[in-house]
């Protein structure tokens, strides 16, 4: 009997990519269809009890149009497409789906264990990319290339950059601080190392590898961090406990002059407290990709700071994230298909 397999992709994630991979490594009559929705040229919802998805946040995709594309498929692949409790009722076939992104949050978990529906994902899908990003930030700030970048498009040389008391420094006589060791923070932490700076980590639900503490990095506690550092990296997850982490409290322990990258996520940072350490010089600098509210609203008081770098949410976007992606959801397929338990059990 044909297996049958719903692919729902978007424009970054694309359906195509994933059938390719899943017809490399599974045997058998598949019978596959796909769906390219429109996301990122459109925004994504984040939850709407008016529709059944109270429970699922950060979806693409109304519910009937999701339920009619799965049908009476077995497998469904999908990035962003929403699966509330309703939905599974009208999909009693469905068995697994693999969901290609670091968290199933545009699915109903208690709903899918409630209904047997087997739900995997793709751990550290863009951890690379998130932490070259990030070095990336970390130079546009010590070594002034957003300055320097904006300046020439006004048509202003700023040779006085090249003056001793403006001009920037180096990683390699620097204290960098890399709050959160997960899958991101440790990649970020190899790769800094290169640079010869001195390197702290603040994770207090982990140790650091044998070759980070050779290396002579040091795991310390968010004070003590925050204390020394010269920059200080975001990388935990949002919990109650890191919410608004880097606010006026922590802000005060910085040291003056401190650059604050944030790639990780918006609400872990009190953007009001943010805007007055950048207005003050407390912050010296800051490095922004995500936010509390995206898209951002166009009369955000720090669109209008020039010591502020800001990206639209990209730092996890790169082709490598989209191949990796789909190279682990085909994986998760195969195991499904040959009876194996999945690698990433939700």
Not at 77 to 87: G, H
Not at 183 to 211: E, M, W
Not at 242 to 269: E, F, H, Q, S, Y
Request: proline share 6%.
């Amino acid at each position: 009997m044909r297996k049958k397999i719903a692919i729902i992709g978007d424009n970054f994630m694309l359906p195509q990519v994933f059938r390719a991979e899943i017809e490399k490594v599974s045997r058998g009559d598949l019978d596959i269809r796909t769906l390219q929705t429109a996301w990122p040229d459109e925004p994504m919802e984040f939850g709407d009890p008016a529709i059944g998805l109270d429970k699922v946040k950060e979806y693409f995709g109304h519910p009937d149009e999701v339920v009619d594309f799965i049908g009476d498929a077995e497998i469904l692949v999908t990035q962003l497409a929403p699966l509330s409790e309703a939905m599974m009722r009208r999909l009693p076939t469905l068995r697994l789906v693999a969901v290609s992104r670091g968290g199933p949050i545009n699915i109903d978990m208690a709903a899918a264990r409630a209904h047997g529906i087997i739900v995997v994902n793709v751990p550290g899908r863009n951890a690379s990319a998130v932490a070259e990003f990030t070095l990336g930030a970390i130079l546009a700030e010590t070594r002034l290339i957003r300055v320097g970048h904006e300046a020439l498009r006004k048509g202003e040389w700023r040779g006085d950059l090249y003056r001793a008391d403006r001009t920037g420094r180096e990683l390699s006589e620097m204290t960098v601080g890399v709050i959160g060791y997960g899958n991101i923070g440790t990649k970020v932490v190899r790769l800094l190392r290169a640079f010869g700076c001195h390197v702290l980590v603040c994770d207090p639900y982990v140790q650091l590898s044998a070759d980070d503490r050779n290396a002579g990095v040091e795991l310390v506690s968010l004070d003590n961090l925050l204390v020394r550092s010269d920059v200080v990296t975001l990388h935990p997850r949002v919990t109650d406990e890191t919410r608004g982490l880097i606010g006026k409290d922590t802000i005060g322990l910085m040291k003056p002059g401190v650059i604050l990258i944030n790639t990780a996520r918006g609400p872990l940072v009190d953007y009001d407290a943010l805007y007055e350490a950048l207005v003050s010089g407390q912050i010296a600098s800051a490095m922004l990709e995500t936010f509390a509210v995206e898209p951002v609203p166009s009369d955000w008081p720090l669109l209008l700071l020039p010591n502020v770098t800001l990206t639209p949410h990209i730092a996890g976007a790169s082709v490598r994230t989209v191949t990796y992606a789909a190279e682990q959801a085909a994986e998760e397929v195969r195991r499904y298909l040959a009876g194996l338990p999945p690698v990433n059990p939700c």
